[in-house]
């Protein structure tokens, strides 16, 4: 069997990485400020990336940031002084796409490890080659490759060079997600960091001579987002992914809650002990991966390209929304005199039953018997979102246990 592959998660904030840290992820990766692909997601500044490394380090895990946007001239300046400002906080990694880019790590960060993003359309082993003999560690595959054609891959090129592929999460319906899109619609440039996602919007056509005549795009009958792609799930083929000679298991995420990403990294992280500990054991305890893994919001799911070319079942024709199972109530900040600090993310009350979730597996029914304000007041409910509450619970509760209620 290939070595244990890293499990690497995406963190939008610092409360979501220590979240995925604790929950299971081997590594983290991150979006500073600038230069990454997910400019909507919070992401770090400076001194909060610096904490989280630190955090992910006295753990014994590592953070990569994301520099992976394709650049135009006006980037380039800005991109050699972020670099330099990425000196001192000391992340594991970054991950890259634009060549100019890269050339700019390599002078500015020498000893600096740089993974390939998968936008730069890693599809052969000749481009993974290309970049390792530029010196890159790792080189994230492109979306549309199968298991076969990753297998291929490592049997190409070094022992010692890493392959990072994605298991889990939001498909794009562009190449490598080098899509048009978003900016042709709304000015937003998908690859800048900006994408609106136009893909799970709903079409119809309109005939030249009829303008304000909108005829609905039909595909079987089913409905009319015709773009929208089912979401990666990978849960049940972890062998199948080892066996390629995958390094590091990547979930796709920069913008999900602390909920969503404690449900992947919990659940990822025990089918992959699992495995290794015991394929039946894996197998046996395949039920309980499905039932955890459609906790957190998704879209469906599928295979995506591991197993060949997707078919029209890897759509969803007749609806943009998530599926959505649990509501994320907060996280557990601290305990203070007998009560529970949580910074509240959506409604609930008194008398409530909720779920305390663990990251050894268990989620442990509680009743929610007390609320209070800042100003030590006494809530029957807690209506605003980001309202600082200090609670009570039937059950023990511990330092990063998520909250939440099935919805």
């Given at each position: 069997?290939?070595?244990?592959?890293?499990?690497?998660?995406?963190?939008?904030?610092?409360?979501?990485?220590?979240?995925?840290?604790?929950?299971?992820?081997?590594?983290?990766?991150?979006?500073g400020e600038a230069f990454g692909l997910r400019a909507k997601a919070k992401n770090f500044s400076l001194e909060q990336m610096k904490e989280g490394i630190e955090f992910a380090h006295a753990h014994n895990k590592k953070v990569y940031v994301t520099a992976n946007i394709i650049a135009h001239n006006q980037d380039l300046e800005g991109v050699r002084a972020y670099f330099k400002e990425l000196k001192d906080v000391k992340p594991d990694a970054l991950i890259i796409a634009d060549p100019a880019i890269f050339s700019i790590a390599k002078e500015e960060l020498p000893e600096m490890e740089i993974h390939i993003s998968?936008?730069?359309?890693?599809?052969?082993?000749?481009?993974?080659?290309?970049?390792?003999?530029?010196?890159?560690?790792?080189?994230?595959?492109?979306?549309?490759?199968?298991?076969?054609?990753?297998?291929?891959?490592?049997?190409?090129?070094p022992a010692e060079m890493e392959i990072e592929s994605f298991i889990h999460g939001a498909m794009c319906m562009s190449y490598s997600g080098r899509c048009l899109l978003s900016n042709y619609f709304t000015g937003r440039d998908a690859n800048q960091g900006a994408c609106t996602h136009p893909c799970r919007w709903k079409y119809s056509l309109v005939e030249e001579t009829r303008p304000g005549e909108y005829m609905p795009v039909y595909e079987n009958e089913r409905g009319t987002y015709i773009f929208n792609s089912?979401?990666?799930?990978?849960?049940?083929?972890?062998?199948?992914?080892?066996?390629?000679?995958?390094?590091?298991?990547?979930?796709?995420?920069?913008?999900?809650?602390?909920?969503?990403?404690?449900?992947?990294?919990?659940?990822?992280?025990?089918?992959?002990d699992d495995?290794?500990?015991?394929?039946?054991?894996?197998?046996?305890?395949?039920?309980?991966?499905?039932?955890?893994?459609?906790?957190?919001?998704?879209?469906?799911?599928?295979?995506?390209?591991?197993?060949?070319?997707?078919?029209?079942?890897?759509?969803?024709?007749?609806?943009n929304t998530y599926i959505k199972e649990y509501t994320y109530l907060g996280l557990i900040e601290a305990e203070v005199n007998g009560s529970y600090q949580i910074e509240q993310k959506n409604k609930f009350s008194v008398g409530e039953t909720i779920e305390i979730m663990k990251p050894d597996g268990r989620n442990i029914e509680a009743v929610v018997e007390e609320i209070k304000n800042e100003e030590n007041e006494l809530m029957e409910s807690a209506p605003h979102p980001q309202q600082v509450l200090f609670i009570k619970l039937s059950e023990k509760a511990e330092h990063y246990d998520i909250l939440r209620r099935k919805a």
């Open positions: 069997m290939n070595k244990k592959p890293e499990l690497l998660i995406p963190a939008s904030s610092l409360e979501v990485l220590k979240t995925a840290i604790v929950f299971g992820a081997d590594a983290v990766y991150i979006g998968t936008q730069a359309n890693n599809s052969n082993y000749g481009t993974f080659l290309f970049w390792w003999n530029l010196g890159v560690k790792r080189v994230v595959t492109a979306r549309e490759l199968s298991l076969a054609e990753i297998k291929e891959i490592r049997d190409q090129i089912k979401d990666l799930c990978m849960i049940e083929h972890i062998p199948e992914m080892i066996d390629a000679g995958i390094d590091s298991l990547k979930i796709e995420g920069r913008m999900k809650t602390a909920l969503y990403v404690a449900t992947v990294a919990r659940t990822y992280r025990k089918a992959i495995f290794y500990e015991s394929p039946q054991k894996y197998e046996e305890n395949m039920p309980w991966y499905l039932d955890q893994i459609s906790n957190c919001t998704y879209r469906q799911f599928t295979t995506g390209f591991y197993f060949g070319k997707p078919n029209e079942s890897a759509q969803i024709y007749d609806n």
